[in-house]
DNA sequence: CCTACCGATCGGTAGG
DNA sequence: CCTACCGATCGGTAGG
């Protein structure tokens, strides 16, 4: 699997195995959750022995938290850029739909799983706040943007908080993401961009038809 | 933990047992996921040895499909109870929502995860057909009805198929049923009638203001 | 339905 | 970074 040609034993440079490990780790744990994979495999996927990653990381645990720190440092940079642009708030959340339909590989549902069963509470707390603080924040800010702009409806009865806004937001992501779900529903093969274009005009004016007004609930 | 008073080693009514296993897989897969409980974990939950499980399962993977399409019989059952009453779409989907929100314990996220890595090819199409026939179609058909009635939009670059937004519906419901979102989102507590109510509303309406257009995209 | 037990595999350590 | 190895635990079987 390896494809350096140094010798078995020999060190390579600083800082390479590490990064290497954390790519490795990143695919596996994205394909198969946490404790599907196994150490073992993760060092063979980087040609190097199993006790090896514990020269750079203390336990299993450790190397997930710092993958995925590493992937949402990525995520927020990106979000960030998009959100300061200047255009329309609809044109500002199709391109962030478009990035992460693009860029994500974890599926949220299996992340917060595992955060939530396999790690310890500190560290849970540690990936709780960096997503929150990486993902949710920067298209909450987007939602607070249009809800003062008076282009969406306030918190309240009839929606929620801009941070739940943007949990339902990347929810339908995660949604048209996932394999599995694509599956069972006859839907027609759709390009990134008109799934991130439709990812935005469920989310702003949900199924129903346009002039129609049904019952109010 | 057994609530009985039978002699150890001695069998109980016949059916008993596998029922008391059933509900034990159920509470523990669905607070775990399947790799993480252990079928030692759920024979001591009945009180009972761990091989004697295989006394009414063939193994591990057999039990928790088992356990899986009983629940889906049961919400299969509920749900198309609620689809034939003689109501508004709106109404249907809010009393939909509202029996998922009160009888949902297994997250559909960790259920497709575990179907798909954990299983063998022939019983994740088993699952997978159940969960589609008693999940999805029920659903699907209260907005393809509402399709049909020019309520909802048909499907195509603006919609979706009814299986689609079936799925939407229910990875919404998903996420309010989930407690780690509901901790990230700044929301205040709703009750279960608030909840249905409001995942009609941003199923149908999404979250944009009512009198407002924004951009189309 | 129990006791006893198996081979496989896991995360992690010792020592070089 | 490797070889060698550990204790723990897993799903599953034998035999009664």
Known sequence: MSQDARKKGEPREAGETRRQI????????????????????????????????????????????????????QVKTA???????????????????LYLLNNTRHDIGMMTHDMSTELSQDRQHILEHAFVDGLVQPIAALFEEGM??????????????????????????????????????????????????????LSLYGMAQRQERLDPL
Chains 1, 2 share one sequence.
């Open 148 to 201: 003062r702009q008076g282009l969406m409806r306030l918190p309240g009865q009839d929606s929620v908080s801009p941070q739940m806004a943007a949990l339902l937001f990347l929810n339908i992501i995660d949604l048209f993401t996932a394999q599995s779900f694509q599956d069972m529903a006859a839907e027609p093969r759709r390009s990134k961009t008109e799934q991130a274009r439709l990812i935005v005009q």
């Open 22 to 73: 954390l790519q490795a780790a990143q695919h596996l744990f994205a394909a198969h959750g946490y404790r599907a994979v196994t150490t073992r495999q993760i060092a063979e996927a980087c040609g190097i022995t199993q006790p090896a990653l514990y020269k750079h990381f203390g336990d299993k645990q450790d190397l997930y938290v710092s993958m995925l720190l590493g992937e949402v440092a």
């Open 79 to 97: 979000l960030e850029r998009i959100v300061q642009r200047e255009a329309p708030i609809p044109e500002r959340l199709r391109l962030t739909a």
